[in-house]
């Protein structure tokens, strides 16, 4: 049986392949290892981020992937914040019964879902 997530949220995913891990019996350690080892749009896996490399796994790597290399964290924060609010095309309502009208995101504003938008 195939479940359906949602590929931008991980905790529900690594749920259920640890819940299938554990009714088929076998070891979760090389499924969770490729989990932790894949990049998240353009920001460093969580195993580079904690381990400052990545992880070799039963995948064929390159040799020279695998070698320490420090992730500087003001660069890691300004990527994962610019993949959050990019200048892309939106639509949105003034009001809950009002019309959808194009608009350009062009900041984020104080609150964590509240961005500033031009309209078109």
Known sequence: MQEISSPYVGRPNIKIMLVE???????????V???RNTLKGNT????ELLMSRKLKTEMPTIIKILKPEVVN???YREKSEAQNIKKE??????????????GVILN???EPWSCIVRDS
């Open 73 to 75: 964290e003001c660069d």
């Open 33 to 35: 290892m490729n989990f």
């Open 108 to 110: 984020k504003y104080g």
């Open 89 to 102: 095309n939106i639509i949105f309502k003034i009001n809950p019964s009002s019309v959808w009208f194009p």
């Open 21 to 31: 891990f554990q009714e088929s019996k076998t070891v979760p350690y090389p499924a």
């Open 44 to 47: 460093p896996s969580a195993a």
